[in-house]
């Protein structure tokens, strides 16, 4: 029977056969547990709610890593470094990386300047590589599929049946696009902000020709040219 604190090497799997309630172990080497379902239960004796966690440290005791729930935030679990909290899933099953409060089942905050926030990169080069696939289920959804937004303003949006906004949350047409400028063009010849620009960076052609759009119908040649 283990009564003690300190777990030595002296002790082996085919002399212990219990272990009294201890108020602290230490152990000198590593520590294993198995059987056919090894099972840890951390329990909190004095509370109802849930609360308990794994320090990883160094030979000054200063914290570092830290796994457990009700140490920074509230009974969710954390993963946190020294006190600051770096992964934290909700009861419900919300994840937050850089908040303790996820409002959506992924949810990523932080104050980035003059870099990314984040980066989805396929380094495959061969056999056709796909980036980011966003999908809904729904297919009478009114939702919103992919959006853009800035400062709570969508500035770029694709809708679940196809049809993309610049400008607009609600596209009336496959490709639309809105602009507010209310003086884009003043007709003589000064300020010009159109809603869009279309530019070919290769120039005119043989015969001086640069196609901007192309209009045509299915199974037709084109209609015209701009």
Not at 161 to 185: E, R, W
Not at 214 to 220: E, L, P, S, V
Request: charged fraction near 15%; aromatic fraction near 6%.
């Amino acid at each position: 029977t283990l009564s003690g604190n300190t777990l030595k090497s002296t002790v082996t799997a085919s002399s212990l056969t219990s272990v009294d309630t201890l108020t602290s172990l230490t152990t000198s080497g590593d520590l294993l547990v198995s059987s056919s379902d090894p099972t840890i239960t951390i329990k909190r004796s004095n509370s109802s709610s849930y609360a308990g966690h794994l320090d990883f440290t160094n030979n000054a005791d200063a914290l570092g890593w830290q796994v457990g729930t009700n140490q920074v935030a509230g009974d969710g679990f954390e993963v946190n470094y020294g006190a600051s909290n770096k992964f934290y899933v909700t009861t419900g099953g919300n994840v937050g990386i850089g908040t303790t409060s996820p409002d959506y089942t992924l949810d990523v905050e932080k104050s980035v300047t003059g870099n990314w926030l984040a980066r989805v990169l396929n380094t495959a080069t061969a056999s056709n590589p796909s980036g980011l696939l966003v999908r809904v289920d729904d297919a009478d959804s009114t939702g919103i599929l992919l959006g853009a937004n800035a400062s709570g303003t969508y500035r770029f949006v694709v809708k679940p049946d196809g049809k993309v906004g610049i400008g607009t949350a609600s596209p009336a047409n496959m490709l639309h696009v809105s602009h507010s400028d209310t003086d884009a063009f003043d007709g003589g010849g000064g300020a010009f902000t159109p809603a869009m620009r279309l530019t070919n960076a290769v120039g005119g052609g043989a015969a001086g020709r640069g196609t901007g759009i192309y209009f045509a119908n299915t199974g037709q040649d084109s209609v015209a040219c701009i």
